[in-house]
């Protein structure tokens, strides 16, 4: 069973920075694509960033050159460094990985930016 726990958010003023983490647990992490969403509250889910098995990354328009998508498969984590972060960046971030035909999704955490 894949399990996906996100860490790091938390409150940052405009134009701070964050690093997300989602650490997997189970051995298909390192085939498996990734990618973080997040949700803004009265707002659909939207996605963020994605990454490959092999390393290929795409992002929202919104966030491109503000933030990085990466993977570590030897600690089965994925990150997402968030700079130059905006208020409009406040949301519930997720993550999900891509198993076969399923898809599973973490918890969840906040990120709120506000002065």
């Known amino acids: 069973q894949v399990q996906l726990v996100e860490s790091g958010g938390g409150l940052v003023h405009p134009g701070g920075s964050l690093r997300l983490s989602c650490a997997a647990s189970?051995?298909?992490?390192?085939?498996?694509?990734m990618g973080w969403y997040r949700q803004a509250p009265g707002k659909q889910r939207e996605l963020v960033a994605r990454?490959?098995?092999?390393?290929?990354?795409n992002y929202a328009d919104s966030v491109k050159g503000r933030f990085t998508i990466s993977r570590d498969n030897a600690k089965n984590t994925v990150y997402l460094q968030m700079n130059s972060l905006k208020p409009e960046d406040t949301a519930v971030y997720y993550c999900?990985?891509?198993?076969?035909?399923?898809?599973?999704w973490g918890q969840g955490t906040q990120v709120t930016v506000s002065s």
């Open positions: 990454i490959t098995s092999g390393g290929s990354t």
């Open positions: 999900k990985a891509a198993v076969g035909l399923i898809d599973h």
């Open positions: 189970g051995s298909i992490f390192s085939r498996a694509p």
